[in-house]
């Protein structure tokens, strides 16, 4: 059985920090590319960073500079270090594990910033 299990969102002040965390179990995470998406109410989910099985990142315009993905496949674990947190940031925070034939999803994290 795979599980995507998030954690570390909450309530933040505008300009603080969070760090998310997602461990993944019933998979060789090793050999998947990770990913954090997020939703905000009435919009579409989108993609926030990724990083590949070798340790490539990339990043959306709108947190570049701010927030860092991270991985250790010893701890099937990768981590959103959130910075600088923007009330326009909060959005639940799902992470997504891909393969070439499969895609798993967390159940996501509330993650809210007050202005």
């Known amino acids: 059985q795979v599980q995507l299990v998030e954690s570390g969102g909450g309530l933040v002040q505008a300009g603080g920090s969070l760090r998310l965390s997602c461990v993944g179990s019933?998979?060789?995470?090793?050999?998947?590319?990770m990913g954090w998406y997020r939703q905000a109410p009435g919009k579409q989910r989108e993609l926030v960073a990724a990083?590949?099985?070798?340790?490539?990142?990339n990043y959306a315009d709108f947190v570049k500079g701010r927030f860092t993905i991270s991985r250790d496949n010893a701890k099937n674990t990768v981590w959103l270090q959130m910075n600088s947190l923007k009330p326009e940031d909060t959005a639940v925070y799902s992470c997504?594990?891909?393969?070439?034939?499969?895609?798993?999803w967390g159940q996501g994290t509330q993650v809210t910033v007050s202005s």
């Open positions: 990083i590949t099985s070798g340790g490539s990142t």
């Open positions: 997504n594990a891909k393969s070439w034939v499969r895609d798993y």
């Open positions: 019933g998979i060789i995470f090793s050999s998947y590319a």
